[in-house]
């Protein structure tokens, strides 16, 4: 079995949905002990949307995750483990809060 060190949480929004990610990322801070990434105004990485990263311990999961579906307002939340194997974890691993997109696994080889 893998182990889990920890999971991310990889909020997209648009330049038009960025003041909902403000007012998500405002929640998550309030409410839970996360680390909370930068914004990334345009595709960084395997992301495909704009995003900023919300990292949390696994015990947080339970909590936070459904915290997200229930106040995430249309937006995307991509959400995958560290298990140290990056291909996996962007994509067997890998979960969605709302609607789903296409992650660049080429850019983590």
């Known amino acids: 079995m893998t182990t889990i060190q920890g999971y991310h949480a990889h909020v997209y929004y648009q330049a038009e949905t960025k003041a909902k990610a403000e007012a998500l990322r ?3 801070d309030r409410e839970f002990d996360t680390t909370l990434g930068r914004w990334h105004d345009r595709p960084v990485g395997p992301h495909p949307q704009w995003s900023y990263q919300v990292a949390f311990p696994t015990e947080l999961f339970g909590r936070l995750i459904p915290w997200l579906a229930l106040n995430r ?3 995307t939340i991509f959400v995958h483990p560290l298990t140290g194997d990056d291909i ?3 994509s067997a691993f890998a979960m969605w809060l709302g609607a789903s997109d296409t992650v660049n696994l080429d850019a983590l080889r």
């Open 73 to 75: 307002d249309g937006l």
């Open 26 to 28: 405002a929640g998550i």
């Open 88 to 90: 996996a974890d962007h």
